[in-house]
């Protein structure tokens, strides 16, 4: 764009061929000497105690292992510092890295430290679209966290409840009565589906196609985030343009739905509808949407795939689960259908209030929670941006101390997630999952931080915590096998470790391991259809699977 838009000017100064080469000989200098300036950067550590040391090497090293290999080069930057507290630069931003307890606790009780601006300039994998997504006015924020604290009030977390079950239910049924399948893509696409019934039109939940097609959009978003696209945002390269397409693509299944929806004068009882009877602006309905669902979707399918994963390795915790599941049952929906079918199972489990999914499931309440700490690989990320006006003692802003270090105005603030969840000193044998831990009481401050943690909790913590336990129940009532298994459907003899370096998914290696399913007897379908179909579609997922790893 750069060439082209000074083209005219030099054409008025210079002959054409020289008007040209000016167009682009210039840019390309202007951007030589901005790199040098970067790589030439002092890399070298403050001798200032208070400032945190800084990693060395220049900026340009840091780029490539901070976006690919995230965790790996976290602790790796620990261990270079030999600090627990350290800051590195990309291009000439400077990030600071926290660890500890202290800095833990500073960091969660810090005011002015801002979460909407370190994430959109750390992680760039949430649709960008300024006035929509992005670059919002605080009072637009605050109005979008209300809307999403009024989508799960009891009543409508109640309503939702058997929505979920029956998608969840729908989705399972497609599976066949046994088979194989990948929990990282099932899982992955019924928590989408889950989320589009909880947070989006209702019309749009109930199509198909149209689903997948919005999944697969979300899908190219996170494939086409590279370090280009979240540090050069302006620069127009292939990546940029799919980012572009994607995100305008998606924008127009949310603006057709809301403009069908208010066109056709038919209201209908969602979470979409809610904001529209609110009065809200059209762009804050269609953000809050685009925004919502991926923020959503992505986390809770992370935590679902994982959580069946273990249970498909940790037979005597799914047994567990399905003690509690039973006993709910009897205590709130009656006796059990002779039917065991998952569409009955769907329907009794409906009939168990919310007021008892959410506080008598210590067993579904332990899974849940040790899965987050094993298998979420979070980095909180925050910007610390002081009020505009001048501090109390005259002058502008001063620093912000974190664990005895002064983090600068303007700088980027993150605390990894690992530092306390995978820490041999606060869980013993960290990697290891096990809901029974007695270090889950630690009474340590922020010794768990699965959710968030002080005053930026997950919003969405209530309704994702009612979906993953209702995703689980059905798993474990309605299957009597759960095994995991390689890509030639031999039983694993350990469950891959998750992947914290990627930091969307979690994913073990592709291939490693899958999950084989067998329905509860009584639940066989009627005719040999649903079974035959099974086989062929395990077939080929396992053939699939074979080939890609070979």
């Known amino acids: ?25 210039i840019p390309i200098l202007v951007l030589a ?15 200032d105690d208070c400032r945190p040391v800084r990693l060395p090497g220049s900026s340009l090293s840091h780029i490539l292992p901070f976006f690919h290999r995230r965790f790996d080069f976290i602790n790796q930057g620990f261990q270079l510092a030999g600090q627990a507290i350290y800051q590195f630069t990309l291009l000439r931003t400077p990030v600071i890295v926290l660890s500890g307890e202290a800095a833990r606790r500073d960091f969660f009780q810090a005011k002015d430290l801002d979460l909407n601006a370190g994430f959109k300039f750390l992680s760039g994998a949430i649709p960008m679209m300024p006035g929509v ?79 997948r097609r919005l999944k697969e959009l979300y899908d190219i978003l996170d494939a086409a985030t590279t370090p280009a696209t979240v540090l050069l945002p302006w620069l127009p390269g292939p990546t940029a343009i799919r980012r572009l397409l994607a995100t305008k693509r998606i924008y127009d299944i949310i603006r057709t739905k809301l403009d069908e929806r208010t066109q056709g004068g038919i209201a209908r009882d969602d979470t979409p509808q809610m904001l529209i009877d609110a009065g809200d602006e059209r762009m ?78 210590p067993t579904l309440d332990a899974l849940i929670r040790e899965t987050l700490r094993v298998a979420e690989p979070h980095v909180a990320m925050r910007q610390y ?17 974190l664990g005895g270090k002064a983090v600068p105005p303007g700088a980027f603030v993150m605390y990894p997630f690992s530092d306390v969840h995978l820490s041999p000193e606060m869980y013993r044998d960290p990697w290891r999952w096990d809901p029974a831990r007695k270090e889950m009481d630690l009474k340590a401050p922020y010794a768990y931080v699965g959710m968030g943690a002080g005053a930026t909790m997950c919003l969405g913590k209530r309704l994702a915590i009612l979906e993953l336990k209702l995703v689980t129940a059905l798993f474990v009532l ?16 350990a469950l891959p470790r998750p992947n914290w370096n990627d930091i969307l998914t979690c994913k073990p290696p592709a291939g490693s391991c899958y999950v084989r399913f067998g329905r509860t007897a009584a639940a066989a379908p009627a005719t040999g ?19 890609t790893s070979v």
């Open 1 to 25: 764009m750069y060439p082209l838009g000074f083209l005219p000017f030099f054409y008025t100064v210079v002959p054409e061929w020289g008007a040209v080469a000016a167009a682009l000989v």
């Open 529 to 547: 259809t649903a079974v035959a179909a099974s086989t062929a579609a395990t077939d080929s997922t396992v053939a699939a699977a074979t080939s």
């Open 478 to 493: 309605g299957f009597d096998e759960l095994r995991a298994v390689d890509a030639k459907g031999a039983p694993l003899s």
């Open 33 to 47: 000497l901005w790199f040098y300036a970067i790589v030439t950067r002092s890399s070298s550590t403050h001798a």
């Open 133 to 211: 997504t992005s670059n919002l006015e605080a009072q637009r924020i605050a109005l979008i966290h209300k809307r999403l604290a009024s989508a799960q009030t009891t009543d409508r977390l109640a309503h939702l409840l058997p929505q979920i079950l029956e998608d969840s239910r729908r989705a399972m049924d497609s599976w066949g009565f046994s088979g194989t399948f990948d929990p990282f893509e099932r899982l992955s696409e019924l928590m989408f589906q889950s989320t589009v019934r909880c947070l989006a039109f209702s019309e749009l939940a109930d199509d198909g196609p149209a689903v």
């Open 385 to 401: 941006l002081p009020p505009a006006a001048p501090s109390e003692k005259g002058g502008m802003p001063g620093p912000l101390h």
């Open 284 to 361: 804050i309905i269609i953000g809050f949407v685009m925004g919502l669902l991926v923020a959503g979707a992505r986390s809770t399918g992370t935590t679902a795939s994982w959580l069946i994963t273990f249970l498909s390795g940790h037979p005597q915790w799914k047994k567990k689960a399905a003690e509690e599941v039973r006993r709910l049952i009897g205590e709130h929906a009656g006796p059990a259908p002779p039917s065991t079918s998952l569409s009955a199972l769907s329907a009794t489990l409906s009939a168990i209030p919310l007021a008892a999914w959410e506080a008598e499931t």
